[in-house]
């Protein structure tokens, strides 16, 4: 076995599966008007998958009771009652509602599609600061309160009930166990019945009374929640709120109170407490121990958004930019701009060096690419040069990879260079074909000086490039080559040219997440495409 498929090997070598393998899950072409994509994920009682909306080609995510409890009408009133709940929320923390109804294989909701990950893995990847684990606290919050002005309980608060969308932003979710008011005892029982909550976050009487639950057993989940943020791991039930800021002790304390009565009643006032805290003189002197570390990381990273702008507003071409980011501090540059002779540029890059060291290295080199570009010089090459030189000249210690793009609308013609960094693949519209252009030369360093040889080809109306780099966060898991000629990665561009390029960008990411989920986990890509339009 290569060393580079360890990961793959099985975890107990030694050990029979005593179980038969699951049955694939066939996938249908349709759920309602919904064209389906791929499949999501299989759960319990229900099955999602990621769609299309029919009218605004939005990704969209349909969750499909199984068919096995369709002839159940406690579970199919707990499935209605989710899709009624969704529907009459409207807040930026809960998941919005596109449709439901019934189709050839049962009962559908049709939901937002967030890319992201639960909250449960947002605390085991990722540190916080005081500050951030605050402000995502009251994100729930709001969303609590604008479900308990509605006459809803949720029921089932948890870090797995809770997505962390790649933009941070939360979104409340599974509302397969949530109360209405309005609901008669005999018919609240009927859809609850069994299906009461998940211990660890449950509050004391929805244990002992699953019937009787009110608003302050959410705010009780809530607390938990807020302490797990606070603390930045899993409390596996074992709460001590000795270990918090003494400010937010008497806060949680307050939350977690055994009798309901003595509770917060309202989540306004727990909202009123954490948000006067947050803002208070005694957040700068209660920081937890490494929360000057979380905060250096989280202004990093918030800095390092400066080093990928958004796309080019270029006459003859439309852009997209794809950016999937992971946990570690690494990541490379992209920039545009256009050249003296009229020449479109596309320059993306990497100092490559870890952490903080290699997005300070590849800031200066951003830099050196812009001030290059404000020097007016005149031709592709002699950029190439100047560039190259600059990075060799520099003190840093790193190798320097990078690749440049030329676009030529006038002359029909494209020009790639690529040293160490990324690969271009270029679509033909006339016959749908494709060919890949990988890097030809290997990282610059102080010692080495590589000769400018630009890979030069047709360029045509209809013509789709894709620009796709990896960082050396990590060894790559894959040869892109390949990656690329894998159908359902270039089937979506060669089926889709009318499609805005920014969409079929998206569609191609989540469909590549569901076929190698390993890949996307390890390494933080960039992916910029490019459709000549005139």
């Given at each position: 076995?290569?060393?580079?498929?360890?990961?793959?090997?099985?975890?107990?070598?030694?050990?029979?599966?005593?179980?038969?393998?699951?049955?694939?899950?066939?996938?249908?072409?349709?759920?309602?008007?919904?064209?389906?994509?791929?499949?999501?994920?299989?759960?319990?009682?229900?099955?999602?998958?990621?769609?299309?909306?029919?009218?605004?080609?939005?990704?969209?995510?349909?969750?499909?009771?199984?068919?096995?409890?369709?002839?159940?009408?406690?579970?199919?009133?707990?499935?209605?009652?989710?899709?009624?709940?969704?529907?009459?929320?409207?807040?930026?923390?809960?998941?919005?509602?596109?449709?439901?109804?019934?189709?050839?294989?049962?009962?559908?909701?049709?939901?937002?599609?967030?890319?992201?990950?639960?909250?449960?893995?947002?605390?085991?990847?990722?540190?916080?600061?005081?500050?951030?684990?605050?402000?995502?606290?009251?994100?729930?919050?709001?969303?609590?309160?604008?479900?308990?002005?509605?006459?809803?309980?949720?029921?089932?608060?948890?870090?797995?009930?809770?997505?962390?969308?790649?933009?941070?932003?939360?979104?409340?979710?599974?509302?397969?166990?949530?109360?209405?008011?309005?609901?008669?005892?005999?018919?609240?029982?009927?859809?609850?019945?069994?299906?009461?909550?998940?211990?660890?976050?449950?509050?004391?009487?929805?244990?002992?009374?699953?019937?009787?639950?009110?608003?302050?057993?959410?705010?009780?989940?809530?607390?938990?929640?807020?302490?797990?943020?606070?603390?930045?791991?899993?409390?596996?039930?074992?709460?001590?709120?000795?270990?918090?800021?003494?400010?937010?002790?008497?806060?949680?304390?307050?939350?977690?109170?055994?009798?309901?009565?003595?509770?917060?009643?309202?989540?306004?006032?727990?909202?009123?407490?954490?948000?006067?805290?947050?803002?208070?003189?005694?957040?700068?002197?209660?920081?937890?121990?490494?929360?000057?570390?979380?905060?250096?990381?989280?202004?990093?990273?918030?800095?390092?958004?400066?080093?990928?702008?958004?796309?080019?507003?270029?006459?003859?071409?439309?852009?997209?930019?794809?950016?999937?980011?992971?946990?570690?501090?690494?990541?490379?540059?992209?920039?545009?701009?256009?050249?003296?002779?009229?020449?479109?540029?596309?320059?993306?890059?990497?100092?490559?060096?870890?952490?903080?060291?290699?997005?300070?290295?590849?800031?200066?080199?951003?830099?050196?690419?812009?001030?290059?570009?404000?020097?007016?010089?005149?031709?592709?090459?002699?950029?190439?040069?100047?560039?190259?030189?600059?990075?060799?000249?520099?003190?840093?210690?790193?190798?320097?990879?990078?690749?440049?793009?030329?676009?030529?609308?006038?002359?029909?013609?494209?020009?790639?260079?690529?040293?160490?960094?990324?690969?271009?693949?270029?679509?033909?519209?006339?016959?749908?074909?494709?060919?890949?252009?990988?890097?030809?030369?290997?990282?610059?360093?102080?010692?080495?000086?590589?000769?400018?040889?630009?890979?030069?080809?047709?360029?045509?109306?209809?013509?789709?490039?894709?620009?796709?780099?990896?960082?050396?966060?990590?060894?790559?898991?894959?040869?892109?080559?390949?990656?690329?000629?894998?159908?359902?990665?270039?089937?979506?561009?060669?089926?889709?040219?009318?499609?805005p390029m920014q969409k079929q960008l998206e569609n191609a990411y989540r469909r590549a997440k569901t076929q190698n989920l390993d890949l996307w986990q390890r390494q933080a890509i960039n992916l910029i495409g490019i459709h000549r339009l005139t």
């Amino acid at each position: 076995m290569a060393p580079q498929d360890f990961h793959k090997q099985t975890t107990q070598p030694n050990l029979t599966p005593t179980e038969k393998p699951l049955e694939p899950i066939k996938i249908p072409d349709y759920i309602g008007p919904y064209k389906i994509e791929s499949l999501l994920e299989k759960g319990g009682m229900s099955i999602l998958y990621l769609g299309t909306h029919p009218e605004t080609k939005e990704p969209t995510t349909i969750k499909v009771l199984s068919p096995k409890y369709l002839s159940n009408p406690d579970i199919v009133r707990r499935f209605l009652n989710e899709a009624e709940i969704i529907a009459m929320a409207d807040h930026p923390n809960i998941v919005k509602l596109y449709g439901h109804g019934e189709w050839e294989g049962g009962l559908y909701i049709a939901m937002e599609f967030i890319q992201g990950i639960s909250l449960r893995q947002h605390i085991l990847q990722t540190p916080m600061s005081l500050r951030r684990a605050l402000e995502m606290i009251i994100d729930i919050a709001y969303a609590l309160c604008h479900l308990h002005t509605h006459g809803v309980i949720h029921r089932d608060l948890k870090p797995e009930n809770i997505l962390v969308s790649d933009a941070g932003i939360l979104k409340v979710i599974d509302f397969g166990i949530a109360q209405l008011l309005t609901e008669t005892s005999e018919e609240a029982l009927k859809v609850r019945q069994g299906l009461i909550g998940t211990p660890i976050y449950m509050s004391p009487e929805q244990r002992d009374n699953p019937e009787s639950v009110g608003y302050p057993s959410d705010i009780y989940s809530l607390g938990i929640i807020s302490f797990e943020l606070i603390q930045g791991k899993l409390s596996l039930g074992q709460i001590h709120l000795s270990l918090l800021p003494k400010g937010i002790q008497k806060i949680l304390a307050k939350s977690l109170q055994p009798k309901p009565e003595d509770r917060y009643q309202d989540i306004v006032d727990f909202i009123t407490d954490i948000s006067s805290y947050l803002h208070s003189s005694n957040l700068q002197k209660e920081k937890l121990a490494g929360d000057y570390l979380s905060e250096i990381a989280e202004n990093v990273k918030e800095a390092y958004k400066s080093l990928l702008p958004p796309p080019p507003l270029w006459p003859e071409v439309e852009c997209g930019i794809l950016t999937h980011k992971v946990r570690n501090l690494s990541g490379g540059f992209y920039e545009f701009f256009t050249l003296a002779d009229g020449s479109f540029v596309i320059i993306n890059g990497e100092a490559i060096a870890e952490g903080v060291k290699g997005i300070l290295y590849t800031s200066v080199m951003r830099g050196m690419a812009k001030g290059l570009q404000s020097s007016k010089v005149s031709t592709p090459k002699s950029f190439i040069l100047d560039y190259q030189q600059l990075l060799i000249k520099d003190s840093m210690d790193s190798l320097f990879a990078f690749s440049c793009l030329v676009l030529q609308p006038s002359l029909n013609q494209l020009m790639y260079y690529s040293c160490g960094y990324g690969d271009l693949l270029l679509l033909k519209k006339e016959n749908e074909s494709f060919e890949v252009l990988t890097p030809k030369a290997s990282p610059i360093s102080i010692e080495v000086n590589h000769d400018i040889h630009f890979e030069k080809r047709p360029w045509i109306i209809g013509d789709t490039l894709l620009l796709f780099s990896h960082t050396y966060g990590l060894d790559p898991p894959f040869n892109q080559p390949e990656f690329f000629k894998e159908p359902w990665w270039v089937q979506p561009f060669l089926d889709r040219f009318h499609t805005p390029m920014q969409k079929q960008l998206e569609n191609a990411y989540r469909r590549a997440k569901t076929q190698n989920l390993d890949l996307w986990q390890r390494q933080a890509i960039n992916l910029i495409g490019i459709h000549r339009l005139t």
